[in-house]
């Protein structure tokens, strides 16, 4: 071989090897999180993860005072137990909180199972250290925000409820738990551990009787999740 020939082989190589390291992300990333300004680290694990949403998702977000967030980092289901490092880089300088949340299939808010205001001294420092631990995916407000919202057009939304029923913010839980059926006096409406058992379940899937209105014709906003949510809730009620 001609020695230009080789001299050029090893330019070539040394420069393929020069753009594949420039690809590899490093400098990349460094870069990246020193000149986007304020992030975010956070320290995070779940409890009822058996409920971890699949139409939805649960996100790490940054907001301003709105129910669409300015910027999040999707989280995937965590195995049992286990504790996850999160970080969110280029949080736009008008956000006020970050927050682990809930998020409908349009990215709007649904719930918040941990929240944060964003204070000036981690402005200064253009950092946020945050530790959420044992959040609880079967949280009441989960069950209010992302079951009731199916139900409360009927019941309660407007001045009225239909079988008396309030299933709004603030009124379902009392109105639900432990509390005897108007149609059924030998049931409970919710009996703690007992999904089955529940009134509002065999209303649910159609399997009460004395009822006017049918439920199975009650539109989900998740229709594979929303009553197995509640059922889940349900069964671990004390
Ligand atoms: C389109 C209106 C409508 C929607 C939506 C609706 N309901 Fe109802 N619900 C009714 C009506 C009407 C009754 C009373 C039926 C009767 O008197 O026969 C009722 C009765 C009930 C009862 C029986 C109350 C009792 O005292 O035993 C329960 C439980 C119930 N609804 C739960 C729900 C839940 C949970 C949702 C949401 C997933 C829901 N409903 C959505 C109209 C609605």
């Not at 139900?151 to 009124?171: P, Q, R, V």
């Not at 049931?187 to 007992?194: C, T």
């Not at 209105?213 to 009553?227: A, G, L």
Request: with cysteine.
């Amino acid at each position: 071989m001609k020695k230009r020939t080789l001299k050029r082989i090893i330019i070539m190589t040394l420069s393929v090897l020069l753009l594949t390291s420039c690809d590899s992300g490093d400098i990349y990333e460094n870069f990246n999180s020193e000149a986007e300004g304020l992030s975010c680290t956070a320290t995070v694990s779940f409890i009822n993860t058996s409920t971890w949403p699949v139409d939805y998702q649960i996100v790490l977000a940054a907001f301003n005072q709105n129910d669409y967030p300015l910027i999040t980092k999707g989280i995937s289901k965590p195995a049992v137990g286990d504790t996850i490092q999160l970080s969110l880089n280029g949080i736009p300088e008008n956000c006020t909180e970050i927050s682990i949340a809930l998020l409908n299939k349009s990215k709007r808010l649904v719930n918040q199972f941990f929240t944060h205001v964003i204070t000036n001294e981690e402005r200064e420092k253009n950092l946020i250290q945050l530790t959420a631990t044992d959040l609880n995916l079967l949280d009441y407000s989960r069950i209010q925000q992302q079951f009731f919202s199916n139900c409360i057009n009927c019941h309660g939304a407007s001045e009225k409820a239909a079988a008396g029923l309030f299933l709004t913010d603030g009124k379902s839980y009392d109105a639900i738990v432990n509390k005897t059926s108007s149609k059924d006096s030998t049931a409970k409406i919710v009996l703690p551990g007992f999904p089955e058992k529940s009134f509002i379940i065999r209303v649910l899937e159609g399997k009460a009787e004395n009822l006017h209105y049918d439920h199975t014709n009650v539109s989900f906003n998740s229709e594979t999740e929303d009553i197995e949510l509640l059922k889940a809730w349900i069964n671990q009620l004390k």
